[in-house]
Structure formats: C-alpha cells, structure tokens
C-alpha cells in the first residue's frame, strides 16, 4: 500500500535568496526608508511574485515604460540590468536613479562595452524575452546575436573576424556547456569569457540539486514562474530523473505528488525568500513529514556594496556588527 504523504524532507544547500537579490530588495527598502513612497522600480525588482507584492504594499510601483514615472521621482532599475536606450531615457527625463543591477550582470555589460571599442562582436546565449537578456543586448546597438539553443549558433553571420561570447547570469550550466561547444565548433577563435558568466549562485544551487536529486522521490521548488534560475532547477531535477514541482509557495502542494514518495527534496530559486521556504516545510510537516534535515553544501558568503546615497553598508552588516 503505498505511504500517504511525505515522512522526510532533505534540503538543497545552498537554496534561496543570493547576495545579487538581498541587495536588491534592500535598495529598494532603503530608497523607500530615505525619500519616502512612492519609489518606482522599472520591472519586477527580481522576479518573485512574493517579494514585489511585498514591496508594493510598503510604498514601491513597478513600471515597465519609464513615461509611467513622473518628473522629480526616484526610479531603481531592477537587478536584471537595463539597455543603454533605458538609462539615456533616465537621465533625460531627470530622475533620482538608483541602479539594483546584480553587479555580477553589471562585469557582462562592462565587457561587452569594452570588448565591442576593441571591435567584437558578440555570441549571447540567453533566453529570448528575458529582461537581463534585453539589458545585455541592449548595450550595444548591433553586432551582439542571442542563440536559445545550439541550433540557433548557425544563424550567426558575424561582420567581421572578432567574435566574443557572453551569457545569461541564470542559465542552466549543463546546456550554456552544450550551447557554448556549438559556438567553438562553428567559431573556433571565439573570445570566452575569463570566468564563466553563469552567476555563483546559479552554479552553487544547480549543483546541490544534482546532489539532491538522485537521493529522494520527489523534489520541490520555491520559484515564480518568470525566476530564470528556478525554471532551471526543476528542468534539472526532472533530467536527473526526479519527479519535479516548481511552487510559489505552501497553498501550491499537492497531496497527490507524495503518495508513494515518502523522501522529498526542497530547494529554492535566488529570488525566492525564506519565509516561503519556512512555509512549505510547515505544510509538509502538517502532510505527515516528521524529518527534516539540510544536507551538506557549499556555505555562501558573498556581500555586493550599496549604491552611493544609501548607505556605506548593507543593514545585514549593520545589524551584525551591533550584535
């Protein structure tokens, strides 16, 4: 007879929210803290529906044409970075500008801005659509071509002999692999980046499910719909042979999933906060789980400083520093 619901829950390590993220979110609470509501965001300042519910209901409008915002207005730029045509429009229209950009999306610009003086052109491996994706491409005016699969890769015709490459930050690490070999084969003088453009933590929370995965019956993940890396986290789980869910949150559980499959894995998207977390593992305990135990991983420690004129240090270290 098959068991009723989930016994153990094992937790991904790392999971949840990435240094990119928290500043983000804090931007946005300084900025309402220091001028007062309300404080504009152009997109979803990261991409959970959770968060930006959050932040609307203490003061933030999120726009995505800046003609919504008014003259004098404080606007964030989301931490999916923005074209140049956007901050152009920014600045001409007089805004109070704070940039919440992942300065991890933030080093891709700056390369591509330098490597496009020394006349590159570029290879972007990104999801079409994807705000970060029409930042990164709307640094330059042309000369950078978006591939989705290795497929795409022969439809690139560059002008010229000078040919780089950069990705999405969010992107599932096995297929950019895939995707960036097609770019090799086709370009085999192609620029790579020094480092790799997928973030850290995309990386760190990809590589605890593959650990996660093959250990339990079922694996659940806190995400929104439009989170990139989430997204990603259950496709992975799901090529690793997992049965897979991606959820916004507790009330999304089905009851039907853990008949049967009494281990269940729990992880998060970088955009996804704690509390929601906290909130799934209350049910699953209400559903009958009576373990739950994190399992071993990478400990992040990584901290992105504020903007100028909110602040020298985040109110993370603030708080430690007065513990």
Same mark, same amino acid.
């Given at each position: 007879m098959p068991t009723p619901g989930p016994q153990e829950v094992l937790l991904a390590e790392p999971r949840g929210f990435c240094a990119?993220? /928290? &500043? $983000?979110? =804090?931007?946005? =609470?300084?900025?309402? $803290? &220091?001028?007062? $509501? !309300?404080?504009y965001v152009r997109h979803e300042i990261v991409h959970n529906t959770y968060v930006v519910n959050d932040l609307k209901a203490k003061g933030a409008i999120f726009i995505e044409d800046l003609a919504q915002v008014p003259p004098g207005a404080?606007?964030?730029? #989301? +931490?999916h970075g923005v074209s140049q045509a956007v901050r152009a429009e920014a600045r001409a229209r007089g805004f109070q500008v704070f940039d919440a950009t992942c300065p991890l999306v933030t080093k891709v610009h700056v390369e591509v801005a330098k490597l496009a003086r020394e006349g590159y052109e570029f290879v972007m491996i990104g999801h079409k659509g994807h705000p970060e994706v029409e930042g990164t491409m709307g640094q330059l005016s042309a000369g950078i071509y978006l591939v989705e699969t290795a497929a795409d890769v022969a439809h690139v015709h560059p002008r010229g002999d000078k040919l780089a490459v950069v990705t999405q930050t969010t992107l599932s690490v096995d /297929? +950019?692999?895939?995707?960036? +070999?097609?770019?090799?084969r086709c370009f085999p003088h192609v620029r790579e980046p020094k480092k790799q453009d997928i973030c850290y933590a995309t990386q760190n929370r990809q590589d605890a499910v593959k650990v996660l995965a093959p250990a339990v019956d079922v694996v659940v993940v806190v995400g929104s719909p439009t989170s990139s890396n989430s997204n990603r986290l259950r496709e992975l789980a799901e090529r690793l042979g997992a049965q897979a869910h991606m959820i916004e949150g507790a009330q999304d559980l089905q009851p039907a999933w853990f008949a049967g499959r009494p281990r269940v894995g729990l992880?998060?998207? +970088? #955009?996804? !906060? /704690?509390?929601?977390?906290?909130?799934?593992?209350? &049910?699953? &305990? =209400?559903?009958?789980?009576t373990s739950v135990r994190k399992m071993d991983g990478v400990i992040e420690n990584v901290h992105f400083p504020l903007p100028r004129g909110l602040g020298d240090r985040s109110m993370a270290e603030s708080a430690s520093s007065r513990s």
């Amino acid at each position: 007879m098959p068991t009723p619901g989930p016994q153990e829950v094992l937790l991904a390590e790392p999971r949840g929210f990435c240094a990119g993220v /928290d &500043r $983000a979110i =804090e931007i946005v =609470e300084r900025a309402l $803290a &220091r001028f007062g $509501a !309300p404080i504009y965001v152009r997109h979803e300042i990261v991409h959970n529906t959770y968060v930006v519910n959050d932040l609307k209901a203490k003061g933030a409008i999120f726009i995505e044409d800046l003609a919504q915002v008014p003259p004098g207005a404080t606007l964030v730029f #989301s +931490a999916h970075g923005v074209s140049q045509a956007v901050r152009a429009e920014a600045r001409a229209r007089g805004f109070q500008v704070f940039d919440a950009t992942c300065p991890l999306v933030t080093k891709v610009h700056v390369e591509v801005a330098k490597l496009a003086r020394e006349g590159y052109e570029f290879v972007m491996i990104g999801h079409k659509g994807h705000p970060e994706v029409e930042g990164t491409m709307g640094q330059l005016s042309a000369g950078i071509y978006l591939v989705e699969t290795a497929a795409d890769v022969a439809h690139v015709h560059p002008r010229g002999d000078k040919l780089a490459v950069v990705t999405q930050t969010t992107l599932s690490v096995d /297929d +950019a692999a895939e995707i960036m +070999a097609e770019v090799k084969r086709c370009f085999p003088h192609v620029r790579e980046p020094k480092k790799q453009d997928i973030c850290y933590a995309t990386q760190n929370r990809q590589d605890a499910v593959k650990v996660l995965a093959p250990a339990v019956d079922v694996v659940v993940v806190v995400g929104s719909p439009t989170s990139s890396n989430s997204n990603r986290l259950r496709e992975l789980a799901e090529r690793l042979g997992a049965q897979a869910h991606m959820i916004e949150g507790a009330q999304d559980l089905q009851p039907a999933w853990f008949a049967g499959r009494p281990r269940v894995g729990l992880t998060a998207g +970088a #955009s996804a !906060p /704690d509390i929601l977390v906290q909130q799934v593992i209350n &049910r699953l &305990r =209400e559903l009958g789980a009576t373990s739950v135990r994190k399992m071993d991983g990478v400990i992040e420690n990584v901290h992105f400083p504020l903007p100028r004129g909110l602040g020298d240090r985040s109110m993370a270290e603030s708080a430690s520093s007065r513990s």
